[in-house]
């Protein structure tokens, strides 16, 4: 029995423990997972703060491209001409804002170019009022008169800018052709007072039909333009650059109908090298329905890429050797997008423009706009918004040299690209590079910059543009706030000061300018 006994207990021992076991079992699992979750966390947080991102500079390359001393640039669309009394061209704290930007072109164009008629009356028999489907605003014919035009003039030439004009090429014959009359009045008046300047025909042809209702075929524009070419060779201004042919909605996914891509190439073929540039309009979202997150989301910021490569077939394909403009360009279309376009998240995606479109070889980038709407540069206190006090950091720091920066990914968050340093911002004369670009991410990543000798004579200065919200109006300089001085004059740009040889920090949702004073390159040289 009393085996029995402990036979017994061994019984209930072996069912306590199993028991046990089967309580333990999920409690264990349940334990296991939370720490794996923890530790999940953990190790993103650590990769987060320790990722790296390695870039080489190789000091014996040639020179990637040479773009025009011009590059960005800034328009004033024509619609705002509309309303010349409301246009602050005669202000000085205006003209001292463009004139920190030059030298740079200043394009007068956009969908009201081709409702401007100079010192006359629009006839009746022109076409009415039309709202335009992309940004509501309803477009009209309006007389454009000598006095505006010279009082617009004088605001270039004291901002030291360069205009670019863009005639009106909805003035038909009965046959369909263009009518010249108004653009001769306004070319001979042009040239009776001494105005250097260059030209376009014309705003978005290929999407004519979608806002005027009227169709011109590439065939034709490109007959007008060189009648407009003949124009302007026998009126003092074989001289000026000729821009065309204004194209937008390239490689559209969604407007297939007026992609710009296939007016190009029948324009080119028909063309008789009548343009110095080809040129086109590029928006990467509707201005309309963008988030916040779509100007820090990388795959906005690939679609250039795409569009450029799309249009540099179609040259490459007709056998033209011709360079491209970005003529027109912001974030979003259709006025941009309300309290998001003028502000400092915008700046990202102008600043990679900058930097991928130097580095396909494209001359000239023109910012729209300057002043008015939501994207503009200035805002209407006349105090400069972000993307202004971007582009002063581009002008000062990055020259039109253009230099290949290796990594395996620079379609990210972090994005970056190399310039020769230009003359002015040289320190006693010493040789620099320039790299510049952006972290996206809500988190600070650590670049090293390789392929180059390494000395004690190198020394990196550091410019990084922060902000508190993305959304803000304002902009910080190594944390400080940037701000002219009371008499309109820059401030001075104190950097941060690295050692060569260390890993460098971009901080979060930063653009950052890297000064790197002592590497030669002899091609920035040439």
């Given at each position: 029995?009393?085996?029995?006994?402990?036979?017994?207990?061994?019984?209930?021992?072996?069912?306590?423990?199993?028991?046990?076991?089967?309580?333990?079992?999920?409690?264990?699992?349940?334990?296991?997972?939370?720490?794996?979750?923890?530790?999940?966390?953990?190790?993103?947080?650590?990769?987060?703060?320790?990722?790296?991102?390695?870039?080489?500079?190789?000091?014996?390359?040639p020179l990637l491209h040479t773009s025009s001393?011009?590059?960005?640039?800034?328009?004033?669309?024509?619609?705002?001409?509309?309303?010349?009394?409301?246009?602050?061209?005669?202000?000085?704290?205006?003209?001292?804002?463009?004139?920190?930007?030059?030298?740079?072109?200043?394009?007068?164009?956009?969908?009201?170019?081709?409702?401007?008629?100079?010192?006359?009356?629009?006839?009746?028999?022109?076409?009415?009022?039309?709202?335009?489907?992309?940004?509501?605003?309803?477009?009209?014919?309006?007389?454009?008169?000598?006095?505006?035009?010279?009082?617009?003039?004088?605001?270039?030439?004291?901002?030291?800018?360069?205009?670019?004009?863009d005639l009106n090429v909805l003035i038909r014959?009965?046959?369909?052709?263009?009518?010249?009359?108004?653009?001769?009045?306004?070319?001979?008046?042009?040239?009776?007072?001494?105005?250097?300047?260059?030209?376009?025909?014309?705003?978005?042809?290929?999407?004519?039909?979608?806002?005027?209702?009227?169709?011109?075929?590439?065939?034709?524009?490109?007959?007008?333009?060189?009648?407009?070419?003949?124009?302007?060779?026998?009126?003092?201004?074989?001289?000026?650059?000729?821009?065309?042919?204004?194209?937008?909605?390239?490689?559209?996914?969604?407007?297939?109908?007026?992609?710009?891509?296939?007016?190009?190439?029948?324009?080119?073929?028909?063309?008789?090298d009548c343009i110095d540039y080809v040129t086109?309009?590029?928006?990467?979202?509707?201005?309309?329905?963008?988030?916040?997150?779509?100007?820090?989301?990388?795959?906005?910021?690939?679609?250039?890429?795409?569009?450029?490569?799309?249009?540099?077939?179609?040259?490459?394909?007709?056998?033209?050797?011709?360079?491209?403009?970005?003529?027109?360009?912001?974030?979003?279309?259709?006025?941009?997008?309300?309290?998001?376009?003028?502000?400092?998240?915008?700046?990202?995606?102008?600043?990679?423009?900058?930097?991928?479109?130097?580095?396909?070889?494209?001359?000239?980038?023109?910012?729209?706009?300057?002043?008015?709407?939501?994207?503009?540069?200035?805002?209407?206190?006349?105090?400069?918004?972000?993307?202004?006090?971007?582009?002063?950091?581009?002008?000062?720091?990055?020259?039109?040299?253009?230099?290949?920066?290796?990594?395996?990914?620079?379609?990210?968050?972090?994005?970056?690209?190399?310039?020769?340093?230009?003359?002015?911002?040289?320190?006693?004369?010493?040789?620099?590079?320039?790299?510049?670009?952006?972290?996206?991410?809500?988190?600070?990543?650590?670049?090293?910059?390789?392929?180059?000798?390494?000395?004690?004579?190198?020394?990196?200065?550091?410019?990084?543009?922060?902000?508190?919200?993305?959304?803000?109006?304002?902009?910080?300089?190594?944390?400080?706030?940037?701000?002219?001085?009371?008499?309109?004059?820059?401030?001075?740009?104190?950097?941060?000061?690295?050692?060569?040889?260390?890993?460098?920090?971009?901080?979060?949702?930063?653009?950052?300018?890297?000064?790197?004073?002592?590497?030669?390159?002899?091609?920035?040289?040439?």
């Amino acid at each position: 029995m009393k085996n029995q006994y402990k036979n017994l207990d061994g019984h209930e021992s072996l069912y306590a423990s199993r028991r046990l076991r089967l309580i333990q079992s999920p409690l264990i699992v349940i334990l296991c997972f939370i720490f794996l979750v923890f530790s999940q966390s953990n190790l993103s947080q650590s990769l987060s703060k320790g990722e790296r991102h390695i870039f080489i500079l190789n000091p014996k390359q040639p020179l990637l491209h040479t773009s025009s001393t011009k590059f960005l640039s800034f328009s004033f669309d024509t619609f705002s001409l509309r309303k010349m009394n409301e246009l602050p061209i005669s202000d000085e704290r205006f003209i001292n804002l463009a004139r920190l930007l030059s030298p740079a072109y200043i394009r007068i164009g956009g969908t009201s170019a081709d409702c401007l008629f100079f010192n006359e009356s629009p006839p009746q028999n022109s076409h009415t009022q039309v709202t335009s489907p992309i940004d509501g605003n309803h477009y009209s014919n309006f007389t454009f008169s000598e006095e505006d035009f010279l009082s617009l003039y004088q605001f270039t030439k004291k901002s030291e800018l360069r205009m670019l004009f863009d005639l009106n090429v909805l003035i038909r014959n009965p046959d369909g052709s263009w009518n010249d009359s108004n653009a001769r009045q306004i070319v001979e008046f042009a040239k009776y007072h001494e105005m250097t300047l260059d030209w376009q025909l014309g705003n978005e042809p290929n999407s004519f039909k979608h806002v005027f209702n009227v169709d011109i075929s590439p065939q034709q524009l490109a007959k007008d333009y060189f009648a407009l070419r003949s124009l302007l060779n026998t009126s003092g201004y074989n001289d000026s650059i000729l821009v065309g042919p204004e194209v937008d909605n390239i490689k559209n996914p969604i407007n297939i109908t007026y992609q710009g891509q296939y007016y190009v190439k029948e324009f080119l073929k028909n063309d008789e090298d009548c343009i110095d540039y080809v040129t086109w309009h590029q928006y990467y979202i509707n201005g309309r329905t963008a988030k916040v997150q779509d100007f820090i989301d990388p795959k906005v910021f690939n679609i250039l890429s795409k569009q450029i490569k799309s249009l540099q077939d179609v040259i490459d394909g007709v056998g033209k050797k011709i360079p491209m403009w970005l003529s027109e360009t912001s974030t979003a279309f259709g006025g941009g997008a309300r309290n998001i376009s003028d502000r400092f998240v915008a700046g990202f995606l102008f600043l990679d423009k900058l930097g991928y479109s130097a580095s396909e070889g494209l001359q000239v980038v023109i910012r729209q706009s300057f002043f008015n709407g939501h994207y503009a540069m200035v805002g209407p206190d006349l105090n400069p918004n972000a993307v202004w006090w971007v582009s002063v950091f581009y002008k000062e720091f990055v020259s039109n040299k253009v230099l290949k920066l290796a990594t395996i990914n620079n379609f990210g968050n972090v994005r970056l690209y190399a310039h020769c340093t230009p003359e002015k911002s040289l320190v006693n004369r010493v040789p620099a590079v320039t790299v510049f670009g952006m972290n996206l991410h809500n988190y600070s990543v650590n670049i090293s910059i390789q392929g180059y000798k390494s000395t004690p004579k190198i020394t990196i200065f550091m410019y990084a543009l922060t902000s508190d919200d993305l959304q803000s109006r304002t902009i910080k300089l190594n944390g400080k706030d940037l701000n002219l001085l009371f008499n309109g004059d820059l401030p001075p740009f104190k950097p941060v000061i690295l050692k060569i040889g260390k890993f460098i920090t971009l901080p979060a949702h930063s653009m950052v300018f890297i000064v790197m004073h002592g590497i030669d390159i002899p091609a920035c040289f040439t």
